[in-house]
């Protein structure tokens, strides 16, 4: 990301020099007449914000209404840096009205390589700042720049006493990781699993005291120890509290002398909650439409990217010179990350996540889909009978099928790999206030067969509610797929990443074989089912130590192979393999004494790591769904854990989940760090987490030889450990909404009846089946209903034997004998209709 004053605008600004620069009194002071004693030289100042010395400072009248910080810049240049010294930047400075400014040391020209960007708040009363870094490079032609521009007010700005000394302390970074008790800071489900970890220099087992809130001791016992934990180097021991059951607020952990924070028992409410804002998410990060302050309270903003200037808007976007000569209109969908840009591939895994979120209702015992109905979230398409999650998913599947390449053109049927700026922008960016040019980029293999694949899963998933849209997305999922097969090599590039992430792949192997699977599940068609069983991945191990994502989806098509009725002829197969992966990734939980479900091969962490543990958990997670075995259920409440604060750094990264959660990620909306008068990101946005790469200047400033879990910073500026980004959300949506369907964990409560669906005819889009309903209790039963959901187009349009009430995919039965003793038995029959695509049994029944 760029943090750096733009070319096109450095050279647009009208800069007035005032003088040569005098001799610098002392050589470990940089800054020239820093006090402003001797005027205004050797300063200078853009055109637009005249400056002149007033009571022995150096002022400045900021205009109303400029968009970035560097729009209006206070600075002086020929600054002198070492590689390798330290320097302290110190001044005194005060604005008229509050507003947050930034304060830079950077080189003064082209392509203004930063060494050091804060965010003082200032107010109308002076305050002394001061920030210390070491130099990562010798130059000459160094600058320090207060950036003072981006406010909607204009006022006066004053600094004095500027300072830039060297010889300073080194600044070394240690992160504050808070009690060395580290827990789910969010709180347990009180019949699940209860672990912490203690950090300690012990190596014998350390007695530990569970606390209620009133401090009385509920529980005690003995920690034991597990030596030194290679993701963070430390030597720790686990305690565990998981025969205590009783539910309450306030809980703490004391163990080695350390007490941890407050956490809950009886998480149950806090996952409902989770699933709510985690997905609740999406719609502050659409674009192209206003976000009301009705609905998502202090997040509201005008509608980005519609061709309202400043924008050149998303309505009517050109190709990058040399790609195309048409035009397309690609407004709607979903703000990818920090940045605007807006992505097929990573649109494509995200849609389909909070897509499988709905239909894992729809399979899985422990789902119900009344709890992502109409009106569960917040998102303004209230009232019209259709689930929410689905709702929201349609708002990126519309650009989805926007950015396929129109007939009459090459490479018709294709997608584009994305649209976003022509060159990086700053923080912070209102969507609506972004100038830049947006360019639609060249098509490519990856992002087509992403397109092909959502299209197919939202076509059934849609065709309840919407039978045109459905058709719509078959119809463009066929032909994407067609289209991929005709040039099933086209690329993108990892060169093609200014103003926007390149998101290059160059094996799209995992996409055809995701995209088949879908394809395959809605219309049950023997071409795609052959291109499922052909591919490499559909007998090879698809659940990598790694993790799935949007480069490698080959996992996606699995999933939904194993959990969604088809007719595939090794489907038992296809489930087992998701039941050894999960595992393998479930053995890595119990390994790892932080819980973590995530070791790669490498030892490193990647970029998005914590969405890699996310996934990971997905898989365990549909293992539970297809065995019903508590040992994976509980091992998605421990991974958890990891994520809501039992970590190396103490560190819940779900914002406003947790008493020490990330609040500063990296995106240019939600950038209170750098202005105040901005909010922090919503509740329930999750930070992409741990990266060895370190990929950022802060980063690499301050955690250089970072162990995995100490690789994060959580800082506006460190992009590469503190992202936000859809297919984080998407994930943390998928496994938050399971962990709801939990409740409070341990067993399920035991149902009162067996259903036993088969088909007793299929011919021509008509069906006949026939459900049998047993009581498998000790009650009699008096008034018999059961609920399911179909997965494909079926119609309920006769029961015999009873009643059926149909409400989209949802079907409520209930045969004509309401009463069933002990071991009895009832059948119902059910004549439907099939408009197109397969007649699968329902996968799962509610009594």
């Known amino acids: 990301m760029q943090r750096k004053l733009p070319v096109a605008i450095a050279a647009a600004l009208l800069l ?9 009194a002392d050589p470990a002071e940089q800054i020239v007449n820093g006090t402003f004693d001797n005027g205004t030289d050797p300063w200078w100042w853009t055109g637009n914000s005249p400056a002149s010395v007033i009571d022995g400072r150096l002022c400045a009248s900021i205009p109303a209404g400029t968009t970035n910080p560097w729009d209006a810049i206070i600075g002086q240049n020929a600054i002198a840096l070492q590689a390798g010294e330290s320097y302290k930047l110190a001044f005194s400075a005060s604005a008229s009205v509050p507003v947050t400014v930034r304060a830079n040391v950077q080189l003064a020209d082209p392509p203004y390589t930063q060494e050091i960007s804060e965010a003082p708040q200032l107010t109308p009363e002076a305050k002394d700042f001061s920030y210390t870094f070491t130099a990562a490079a010798d130059t000459t032609a160094g600058q320090v720049a207060f950036q003072v521009g981006g406010s909607a007010t204009a006022y006066t700005f004053c600094v004095d006493n500027v300072s830039l000394q060297g010889g300073a302390p080194p600044p070394v970074y240690v992160p504050d990781t808070g009690p060395r008790v580290r827990v789910n800071q969010v709180g347990y489900q009180a019949n699940g699993p209860k672990q912490a970890t203690v950090v300690t220099e012990a190596t014998a087992a350390l007695p530990w005291q569970l606390k209620n809130a009133a401090g009385a001791v509920v529980a005690s016992g003995t920690t034991t120890p597990r030596g030194t934990d290679a993701t963070s180097g430390q030597n720790v021991q686990t305690a565990d509290f998981s025969r205590y059951k009783t539910q309450g607020k306030g809980f703490t952990l004391t163990a080695d002398g350390e007490t941890s924070v407050p956490f809950d028992i009886g998480a149950g409410a806090a996952y409902e909650q989770l699933r709510t804002d985690a997905l609740s998410w999406f719609y502050v990060q659409r674009s192209g439409i206003e976000i009301s302050d009705a609905i998502a309270p202090g997040y509201g903003r005008k509608a980005g990217h519609i061709g309202v200037a400043p924008n050149q808007g998303d309505t009517d976007v050109p190709c990058q010179a040399g790609v195309c000569d048409y035009r397309l209109d690609v407004q709607g969908g979903w703000y990818d990350a920090g940045d605007h840009g ?60 926007r950015m396929q390449v129109p007939a009459g053109q090459p490479l018709a049927g294709m997608a584009p790999h994305k649209i976003h700026d022509q060159n990086w922008t700053g923080l912070p960016l209102d969507p609506a206030a972004d100038p830049q040019p947006r360019e639609l980029h060249a098509p490519s293999t990856a992002a087509t067969l992403n397109l092909a694949a959502t299209a197919a899963q939202g076509a059934r998933l849609f065709q309840p509610y919407d039978k045109a849209f459905a058709a719509k997305l078959l119809a463009a999922s066929k032909t994407a797929y067609a289209a991929a097969l005709a040039h099933p090599a086209i690329y993108a590039l990892v060169s093609d990443g200014n103003g926007g992430g390149a998101y290059d792949d160059a094996d799209v192997t995992d996409e055809f074989y995701w995209a088949a699977a879908e394809l395959y599940i809605s219309t049950g068609e023997k071409t795609y089912r052959d291109a499922v069983t052909a591919s490499k991945w ?12 949007w480069g490698f989806t080959a996992a996606l098509g699995r ?11 090794d489907r038992d197969r296809v489930r087992q393999s998701v039941v050894d992966g999960a595992k393998a990734y479930l053995a890595t939980v119990r390994a790892n004494p932080y819980g973590i479900a995530y070791a790669p091969t490498s030892g490193k962490y990647e970029w998005g790591s914590n969405s890699a543990v996310l996934n990971n958990l997905v898989v365990i997670a549909t293992a539970y769904d297809l065995t019903g075995s508590a040992d994976f259920r509980d091992g998605v409440a421990t991974g958890m854990d990891y994520l809501l604060g039992r970590n190396a750094l103490n560190q819940s990264y779900v914002t406003g989940y947790g008493e020490r959660a990330s609040q500063n990620q990296h995106t240019r909306i939600f950038a209170h760090q750098l202005n105040a008068a901005l909010p922090h990101p919503p509740a329930g946005s999750l930070a992409g987490g741990p990266n060895s790469n370190l990929q950022d200047p802060l980063a690499q400033k301050l955690l250089p030889g970072c162990a995995p879990q100490f690789c994060y910073v959580d800082d506006i500026n460190s992009y590469s450990t503190n992202e936000i980004a859809i297919n984080w959300n998407s994930t943390l949506s998928w496994v938050a909404a399971f962990m709801a369907d939990q409740g409070e964990g341990g067993a399920p409560a035991a149902s009162a009846c067996s259903v036993q669906y088969s088909t007793v005819l299929n011919l021509g889009g008509v069906y006949i089946a026939q459900a049998t309903i047993k009581n498998t209790g000790r009650q009699t039963l008096n008034d018999v209903k059961v609920r399911f959901a179909y997965t494909g187009t079926q119609k309920v349009e006769l029961a015999v034997n009873g009643t059926a009430t149909q409400t989209a995919a949802n079907v409520e039965l209930a045969p ?7 071991g009895e038995q009832t059948t119902v029959l059910l004549v439907g209709t099939v408009p197109w695509g397969p007649n699968a049994a329902p996968a799962s029944f509610h009594c």
Do not use: C
């Open 559 to 569: 999933l939904d192979l194993a959990t969604v009725p088809n007719g595939l002829p």
């Open 16 to 24: 007035v020099p005032l003088g040569s620069s005098a001799a610098h």
């Open 816 to 822: 004509r004998d309401r009463k069933l003793k002990p």
């Open 342 to 401: 807006k992505y097929v591939v990573n649109g494509g895994i995200a849609a389909a996540q909070l897509m499988s979120t709905y239909e894992r209702s729809k399979t899985a015992a422990s789902g119900d889909p009344q709890r992502l109905a109409d009106g569960s979230l917040r998102l303004p398409e209230h009232g019209n009978q259709v689930p929410d999650v689905l709702d929201e998913a349609r708002w990126e599947l519309e650009f989805l099928l």
């Open 538 to 549: 559909h007998t090879a191990d698809v659940f990598k130590p790694e993790g799935f994502s």
